[in-house]
């Protein structure tokens, strides 16, 4: 019989050591110090499987995030860093885990558990409590085109007009909460994106993979995004965009522009969720939709059930565990 509990700081080095095992090649103590201690919306909350023998079996871990709901600022966690040790599998561990974690979230405020979990963490989350609230899928649009006769047309039809330019973010950039004071009015449920938050998520993430910008259009802030790199370099994904409804394709116009003049990515991607991109109308912007996978949530029993409604999420790949997404 395996014994679930909330770990404490007396835990901190067998944490560290499943984060190691958990993800080969990280630096342990630079992910602790950033995703555990340092994350504005509250120190990580972490449940430990005990095996009968006294052997730690797996965990579960809570990252506090500050969610923008219906114009108020409510207490939520992002789900990250789940893991069983592979002598423990195919016994209901990670099940376990998230049931304990679930009877726990009145106890410390959090209205809701989300995310866009791997394959291998969908049935224990929904064996646990989360449910399918809808899909995350990732949009794509070309920058560069072959040297067809066709992708000369499209070339010339896609061609990003803007008037907007990129500029890098500084630590705590007043400029972002410029923008989000603006932004906030148009998203029903979304993390708080804050200069707070962004210094935190971008600038100070261990990898630094991710560089973070504001868009100005007329010297005025407008947005604010975050790139990576990725397959090679081919691909630009952007990692997150926050702006007023009214300047998204302008934003997005400005991100393409700035890839075909300071990158070598022949496509820009990002990833949203399916409802919210389409009312957007991403094609708009020149961006379709690829692949998707499924997005969750749970809330305690009884709880806010506006964090199921899946007509009010916005969610990109900031709202993710990883400092580095490729």
Not at 40 to 69: H, K
Not at 129 to 148: K, L
Request: charged fraction near 25%; proline fraction near 6%; include cysteine.
């Amino acid at each position: 019989m395996f014994a679930v509990r909330e770990a404490t700081d007396a835990d901190r080095r067998e944490i560290q050591t499943l984060i190691g095992e958990m993800i080969p090649g990280v630096d342990v103590a630079a992910r602790w110090n950033w995703l555990y201690e340092t994350n504005p919306g509250g120190r990580a909350l972490t449940w430990l499987a005990v095996a009968p023998n006294g052997e730690v079996a797996g965990c579960t871990s809570f990252f506090p995030f500050r969610l923008w709901l219906d114009g108020a600022e409510v207490r939520a966690a992002l789900g990250g860093d789940g893991f069983v040790r592979p002598a423990w599998r195919r016994r209901g561990i990670g099940g376990l885990l998230h049931d304990a974690s679930r009877r726990d979230m009145e106890k410390h405020r959090i209205g809701c558990m989300y995310g866009a979990p791997g394959a291998m963490n969908l049935t224990p989350l929904k064996h646990g409590g989360s449910r399918e609230v809808g899909h995350v899928t990732r949009y794509v649009r070309p920058i560069r085109y072959g040297p067809s006769v066709a992708g000369e047309l499209f070339a010339r039809v896609a061609k990003p007009r803007f008037s907007a330019l990129l500029h890098p973010l500084a630590p705590q950039d007043p400029r972002l909460d410029r923008v989000w004071s603006v932004a906030k009015h148009d998203l029903k449920l979304s993390a708080v994106r804050d200069a707070k938050f962004y210094t935190w998520r971008f600038r100070e993430a261990p990898a630094q993979r991710e560089p973070a910008y504001v868009i100005e259009q007329d010297h005025e802030p407008i947005g604010a995004c975050a790139l990576e790199s990725m397959r090679g370099g081919d691909e630009l994904h952007i990692v997150d965009l926050v702006c007023a409804r009214d300047h998204w394709h302008t934003c997005l116009r400005a991100i393409a522009a700035h890839a075909a003049e300071h990158t070598r990515a022949r496509t820009a991607s990002i990833k949203l969720f399916a409802l919210d991109a389409r009312v957007r109308r991403m094609w708009q912007s020149g961006f379709f939709e690829r692949e998707s996978k499924p997005f969750l949530c749970m809330i305690p029993k009884n709880g806010d059930r506006r964090f199921v409604d899946p007509q009010r999420w916005f969610y990109t790949g900031a709202d993710s565990d990883l400092d580095r997404l490729d």
